[in-house]
């Protein structure tokens, strides 16, 4: 449990970085942040693998040479979501979510190294 909670904030804390670096992503404060943390985990648990099986026809197409960017894309997807669901954390367009998920990305495997 503790693991789950450490990550959640340390998510929120990347939202939050990612509001600073990404222009069209905002973030009103922790709480949202906290809020957007939770969201997404939810939407990148339950539908992002809906949406990877809905994209596996561009990934057959592709012979699989593209599964970084129909992930990157369905990574946008949940960030745009989780902005129309979660009050306080605003995506401005598509494109700022596109970015927002790779610095987001970034940011994860940045601090997976680290710890």
């Known amino acids: 449990m503790l693991a789950f909670i450490l990550h959640l904030v340390v998510t929120a804390l990347l939202l939050m970085l990612v509001a600073k ?3 069209g992503i905002e ?3 922790f709480v ?3 809020f957007a943390a939770a969201v997404l985990g939810l939407a990148n648990a339950f539908l992002a693998p ?3 099986f809905l994209a596996l026809p561009i990934n057959i197409l592709t012979f699989g040479l593209l599964w970084w960017l129909v992930r990157w894309v369905i ?3 949940m960030i745009w979501l989780t902005s129309a669901i979660v009050t306080g954390f ?3 367009s598509f494109s700022a979510a596109f970015w927002g998920a790779a ?3 970034i940011g994860n495997l940045l601090v ?3 710890f």
Do not use: E, F, R
Request: net charge negative.
């Open 50 to 52: 809906i949406a990877a």
């Open 32 to 34: 949202a942040a906290l």
């Open 21 to 23: 670096i990404v222009d």
């Open 103 to 105: 610095v987001l990305t």
């Open 27 to 29: 973030v009103d404060g």
């Open 75 to 77: 990574n946008a997807l």
């Open 112 to 114: 997976s190294w680290l």
């Open 90 to 92: 605003k995506v401005a």
